[in-house]
Protein backbone atom coordinates (compact mmCIF):
# COMPACT_ATOMS: atom_id res chain seq x y z
CA UNK A 1 0.00 0.00 0.00
CA UNK A 2 1.32 3.69 -0.93
CA UNK A 3 0.98 4.79 3.08
CA UNK A 4 3.47 2.25 3.97
CA UNK A 5 3.15 -0.45 7.02
CA UNK A 6 3.18 -3.50 4.67
CA UNK A 7 5.13 -6.42 6.26
CA UNK A 8 5.76 -8.96 3.12
CA UNK A 9 6.46 -12.55 3.97
CA UNK A 10 9.11 -14.70 1.84
CA UNK A 11 9.64 -18.03 3.15
CA UNK A 12 12.50 -19.03 0.96
CA UNK A 13 14.18 -16.46 0.39
CA UNK A 14 16.74 -17.31 -2.14
CA UNK A 15 19.12 -14.53 -3.10
CA UNK A 16 16.92 -11.97 -1.78
CA UNK A 17 14.98 -10.55 -4.52
CA UNK A 18 11.96 -9.58 -2.88
CA UNK A 19 13.77 -8.45 0.30
CA UNK A 20 16.15 -6.13 -1.66
CA UNK A 21 12.34 -4.76 -3.69
CA UNK A 22 11.14 -4.13 -0.10
CA UNK A 23 13.90 -1.99 0.60
CA UNK A 24 13.37 0.22 -2.38
CA UNK A 25 9.56 0.34 -1.63
CA UNK A 26 9.94 0.72 1.68
CA UNK A 27 8.45 -2.14 2.87
CA UNK A 28 9.29 -4.36 5.80
CA UNK A 29 9.75 -7.93 5.25
CA UNK A 30 10.57 -11.47 6.60
CA UNK A 31 12.55 -13.58 4.77
CA UNK A 32 13.64 -17.43 5.42
CA UNK A 33 16.59 -19.16 3.94
CA UNK A 34 18.21 -22.42 4.79
CA UNK A 35 20.95 -22.63 2.83
CA UNK A 36 23.93 -21.07 4.35
CA UNK A 37 25.56 -19.66 0.86
CA UNK A 38 22.14 -18.41 -0.69
CA UNK A 39 21.66 -16.81 2.96
CA UNK A 40 24.92 -14.93 2.63
CA UNK A 41 24.30 -14.03 -0.77
CA UNK A 42 20.70 -12.30 0.47
CA UNK A 43 22.26 -10.31 3.37
CA UNK A 44 24.83 -9.45 0.89
CA UNK A 45 22.64 -7.84 -1.82
CA UNK A 46 20.17 -6.50 1.30
CA UNK A 47 22.77 -4.65 2.99
CA UNK A 48 23.82 -2.74 0.43
CA UNK A 49 20.46 -1.59 -1.05
CA UNK A 50 19.85 -0.66 2.51
CA UNK A 51 22.91 1.63 2.64
CA UNK A 52 22.19 2.68 -0.74
CA UNK A 53 18.53 3.58 -0.02
CA UNK A 54 19.75 5.79 3.23
CA UNK A 55 22.39 7.78 0.88
CA UNK A 56 19.55 8.48 -1.17
CA UNK A 57 17.19 9.47 1.32
CA UNK A 58 20.01 11.77 2.76
CA UNK A 59 20.63 13.18 -0.08
CA UNK A 60 16.85 13.89 -1.22
CA UNK A 61 16.35 16.12 2.14
CA UNK A 62 20.12 17.79 0.72
CA UNK A 63 18.71 19.01 -2.10
CA UNK A 64 14.84 20.30 -0.55
Known sequence: APGGGDVVLDPFMGSGTTAVACVLTGRDYVGFEVDPTYY??????????ESEAVRISAQTKLEV
Open 40 to 49: ATAMERVRSK
